[in-house]
């Protein structure tokens, strides 16, 4: 069925530990491998390793690799991000968008895509995190596919902001974040390509 391709993707890496990505080549075939490009129609040549990590209410936080799935309850956030290996401008002011491509299910995705987050004014530190200080346009909402659910991917990409983007009216923390469509999106607002971009999968609590 559908969800084959994630579980391979899934097998190849769960021996590796939960850590962060070391190769841009690698991101890149792991979108590829989950159809994550054309499911999403955005072209994704990542020139930023873009780094996704949840905080844990005990214990260290979680920073992923593109496709590594993650128990539900890992997820709560919201989470923070970086960008390694590359020093980003500190006054290029960036985007945050993440979307599920599978609601309700990778089978049949009727609701996809859902908005988990979207957020500007996205600034590099000289660390790498990036760091805002303006509300998110649609705040982080946890992973939660349906019980019965294959996992979901969830998609975390990063743009470049355009001049703009803060005046955007298409999405508000109101608006509803079912069938959003994140590269129409990107297109009405001017994001151009995603420069860089994670995923990871989540399934339903156990207790579901
Ligand atoms: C990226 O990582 C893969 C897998 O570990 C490795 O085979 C490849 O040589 C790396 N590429 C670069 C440019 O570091
Ligand atoms: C994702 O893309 C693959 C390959 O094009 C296709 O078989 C599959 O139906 C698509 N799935 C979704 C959820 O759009
Ligand atoms: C998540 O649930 C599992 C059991 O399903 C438990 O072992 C783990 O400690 C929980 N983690 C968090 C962060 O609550
Ligand atoms: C900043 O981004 C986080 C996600 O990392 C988001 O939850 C928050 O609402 C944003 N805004 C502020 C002022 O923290
Ligand atoms: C939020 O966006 C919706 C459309 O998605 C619109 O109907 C509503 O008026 C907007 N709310 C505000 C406060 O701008
Ligand atoms: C999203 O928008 C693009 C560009 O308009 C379109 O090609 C694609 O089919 C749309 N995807 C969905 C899921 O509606």
Partial sequence: MRSAPFAAVFLSLVTLATSQDVNLTTVKETFDDANIPANATITFE???????????????????HAGIQLPRNATAG??????????????????????DLD????????RAQIRHFLGG???????????????????????????GSDPHRYVFLLFNQPRGFNEQTLVNATTSVQNFNISQFAA?????????GTFILVGPDPTA
């Fill in 46 to 64: 990542p020139s930023v390793l873009f780094e996704l990590t949840f905080p844990q209410t005990s214990g260290a936080p979680v920073a992923v």
């Fill in 78 to 99: 919201p989470p923070t991000f970086s960008v390694r290996d590359i020093k980003l401008s500190p006054i290029q002011p960036l985007v945050i968008a993440a979307v």
């Fill in 103 to 110: 609601a309700p299910t990778p089978q049949t995705p009727t």
């Fill in 121 to 147: 004014n996205f600034f590099a530190s000289d660390s790498g995190e990036l760091l805002n200080s303006t509300a998110a346009v649609s705040e982080f909402r946890q992973p939660t596919p349906p019980a």
């Fill in 188 to 196: 009405d607002v001017g994001l151009g390509n995603p420069i860089g």
